[in-house]
Every structure is written in structure tokens, then in C-alpha cells.
């Protein structure tokens, strides 16, 4: 992928690094691209706090820089791979974006396809790097082909429908989870300015009232929706539980790591249905 694109030499690469906890040298290998995708889905959260305060949701580099790396916030996953794509160009790798229509919770496989991500080329091999899904995403990238599997505390794994589709899958005792479908069809910084305005402002759109936050840790993984809080544990059940308020707009900090300035935390407090099914 060409610079003008994708904006490598755009991208505070140390300030990045140093934002998602990665001490390591860099290089466009297999080894940094786990590394990296781990330290990138442990330290930034997937957050949707702007869209539901009624803020635009800029998807210029420099926008992204100054909300995820310098101020410590979090992003949907348009932001996410703005940043990731220009650090991964920055870094020498070769890749092209994809877009997918989630299957988790709904089960529907004809929904938006409003989730973003990115098909790594390395070695003879393409990796799916996707740092954005939240709670239930991958924590390393995984091999994209038929029967891939991504094995250890949180296996995943993927197949492929007659039709041609790739679906990812959650591998867990109970049976796999399809969390959502794709093909490698490539994607463009334009294509995501489509689904960026989609996110914001569609009716049908699951991100623009109310608050949804995840995380994917090494141990635990959360997912809030509104109020509700979803934890996952390793060898435990998922639990579930209702927020009040207080527990509500404390959580992007203290469960998400997200920083929120007062203000923030001010004007999610004064939209209406902060409990229940709004926030």
C-alpha cells in the first residue's frame, strides 16, 4: 500500500509504541505483528462515548493521533485501523483493509457491513489483523484461510462458506461462535468515511445511543452495553451484571482504561437514559 493512502509517514510511531505498552524493536515480521496486535487490543479500548454525546467522529490521522495516542482515549474500529494502518506502513508491512458484517448477538449474516479491519501479506501468507472488535475479538492476528485455527487461553478459529465468505469463530466449550463474516474484496480510507457517517448517524445503527465499551485483556475480557456489563474470565462462565449510575460513568476509566476528562464524564451524565437503555 502507497503512503499517500495510508499515512506512515504520518504517524508518531514512538508516541504509538510507547501509548500501547510495546518495548520491543519493530520490524515487518510475524513476531511484531503479534506483538503488536496484543499490545494494541490490551491498552486501547473499543469506545463509541463521542457518538452517543453527539460529537463528530473525525477520521483524519492527526484527529485519531490526538484522541487515542495523546489523550489516552479509545475508538470504534474505523479509528483503530486509521492508526493501526498508518503504524503498520510506517513499520514496512504490506497489507489492504476488509470490512465484515458481525454475527455475535444478532446471529444475522445479511447485517451492515460496518466492522473494519486488515488482511496482512507476510512470508507467502495473509494474516487477519484485527485490533478492533472488542471483548470478543482476537488477541493475535490469525492465519486467513480455511481451517485456520488460533489456539491458547482464547481459541478462535475460521471456516468457509460455500458461497466464498470467511467467518470468524469464537472456539469455546460449549461449541464455536461465529462472531462475524467477510471476504478480502479491499478496502479504502473513502469506504470508511461511508461507515463512519453510517455509525453516527443511521437509525439502525448500534453505536450512536448508547454507551458500548470493550476490552480484551490477557486474563478478562468486558464488554458494557448501556448499563450492562459483561465479564469474561478464563475457566469461568461469563457473568453478567447491572451498573448503577456512579458504577456506569466510572466505568470507561476504571474498566476501560479510557480517559475521559471531567466534562466528559459531566455531559454523559446529562444525557437522558444514562441507566437502563440509554448510556
Known amino acids: 500500500m502507497t503512503d499517500s493512502m495510508w499515512q506512515g509517514s504520518g504517524v508518531d510511531l514512538d508516541a504509538y509504541l510507547s501509548r500501547v505498552g510495546y518495548p520491543a524493536d519493530v520490524a515487518p515480521d510475524l513476531a511484531t505483528l503479534r506483538g503488536l496486535h496484543a499490545a494494541h487490543v490490551g491498552a486501547i479500548a473499543f469506545e463509541n462515548i463521542d457518538a452517543v454525546l453527539g460529537r463528530p467522529v473525525p477520521l483524519d490521522l492527526d484527529s485519531v493521533q490526538d484522541k487515542i495516542v495523546r489523550r489516552g482515549r479509545g475508538g470504534w474500529c474505523m479509528e483503530h485501523v486509521v492508526l493501526v494502518a498508518a503504524v503498520l506502513d510506517r513499520i514496512g508491512f504490506t497489507f489492504s483493509a ?85 471476504t478480502t474484496d479491499p478496502r479504502y480510507p473513502s469506504d470508511f468515511e461511508l461507515l463512519n457517517h453510517f455509525c453516527l448517524t443511521h437509525a439502525r445503527s448500534p453505536f450512536n445511543h448508547r454507551m458500548v465499551l470493550q476490552r480484551t485483556q490477557p486474563a478478562v475480557r468486558h464488554v458494557l452495553i448501556g448499563n450492562t456489563l459483561t465479564e469474561m474470565r478464563l475457566g469461568e462462565p461469563p457473568a453478567q451484571r447491572e451498573l448503577d449510575e456512579d458504577e456506569t460513568l466510572s466505568a470507561p476509566e476504571k474498566i476501560f482504561g479510557i480517559a475521559l476528562e471531567p466534562s466528559d464524564v459531566q455531559s454523559l451524565k446529562a444525557t437522558s437514559g444514562t441507566t437502563g437503555t440509554g448510556l
Open 98 to 182: 476488509l470490512s465484515a458484517r458481525s454475527r455475535v448477538r444478532t446471529g444475522s449474516k445479511v447485517g451492515p457491513a460496518v466492522h473494519v479491519a486488515l488482511c496482512v501479506e507476510l512470508d507467502g501468507d495473509r494474516w487477519l489483523f484485527d485490533v478492533s472488535f472488542g471483548g470478543y475479538g482476537l488477541h493475535e492476528p490469525i492465519r486467513l484461510a480455511e481451517n485456520s485455527r488460533l489456539d491458547g487461553d482464547w481459541p478462535f478459529d475460521m471456516v468457509r462458506e460455500p458461497h466464498g465468505e470467511y467467518v470468524l469463530r469464537s472456539v469455546r466449550p460449549q461449541g464455536a461462535v461465529e462472531l462475524y463474516g467477510f
